[in-house]
């Protein structure tokens, strides 16, 4: 029997059939996926065959196999740093909900979900969020994010939850596609999914005040069919964003407006740092790329990850 996985709980996930009935399914023993060291070899999204199983008067689901994924979005397990941990697969497009304060979404953690949405062939969206919350100083800022992340390319939409501003051109986006909502903890993701569909009624909590963060309120992903023709995977809001297997040479490709420049350079192998004829570093200082892009940039390229933790939690806690 074939389905596609709703919810994992790390041990038990829920599957929905072809007929759409749920079941309760566990994996039999230990599923490789090649190439990929993961805490979870079966991720929310995946299509999967299982084996029914009676015992103690209740039918569960076996999972036999993987489905080949289309694409998945990966990143950096927390406490295990050599293993990584697969939000979700088969995705359309990542909602990446982003908010200027309370909490405040660094650039450095927007540009790593950019690229990894951009290695690994899934199309991002920035969804400033709370806009109806921002003072005059913070509405500058959030105008001049979605400035920069629109000239590269990436669609931004704003909206309130709260308000239900901008929810009709965001609806009209996710319409008979598998949506990703992801984001910080506290920047809104569950109030904007019951905004989007009420009838959800995801659990929200408010924002600590003692350090202006979220409360964790989504403890498993877990994929939700919508009323009008989408579906949506909401994730637990994470801290840091781990780069996974990022060759040196590969880096610049999956910053849009370097990629465009790499042809200009005077080597091909240009990595953008100290090499003479960059085009990108030329760019750089007519301010035709931004600074906060190229920052993020080399921070992925040395492999900075304790520097890039350590300012992803000052911004949250500021």
Known sequence: MTGTVYKSTGSWYVVKLE????????I???????????????????????????????????????????????RKSVNLSKQTHILASNIDVLLLVVTVHQPTTSTSFIDRFLATAEAYGIDAVLVFNKIDTLS???????????????????????????????????????????????????????????????????????????????????????????????KIIDTPGIRGFGMVDMQPQEVGDYFPEFFALKEHCKFNNCLHKEEPGCAVKEALDHDEVSWSRYKSYMQILEGDEETYRQDDFKDIEE
């Open 136 to 230: 005059d100083e913070s509405l500058d800022e959030q105008l001049y994010l979605q400035y920069l992340y629109s000239e590269i390319g990436y669609t931004c939409l704003r909206v309130s939850a709260i308000q239900g501003k901008g929810l009709e051109e965001l609806k009209e986006l996710m319409k008979g596609k598998v949506c990703v909502f992801t984001g910080h903890s506290g920047v809104g993701k569950s109030t904007l999914i019951n905004a989007i569909e009420p009838t959800l009624q995801l659990r929200t909590k408010e924002i600590s005040d003692a350090h202006a963060q979220g409360q964790h309120t989504t403890t498993f992903a877990e994929m939700f069919d919508l009323s009008f023709g989408a």
């Open 28 to 74: 039999k023993g230990k599923i490789k996926l090649q190439g990929i060291k993961s805490t979870n070899p079966v991720a929310v999204g995946d299509k999967v065959e299982i084996q029914l199983e009676t015992s103690s008067d209740k039918t569960i689901g076996v999972i036999q196999s993987i489905h080949d994924r289309k694409n998945y979005i990966v």
């Open 19 to 26: 007929d759409g009935s749920f079941i309760d399914c566990r």
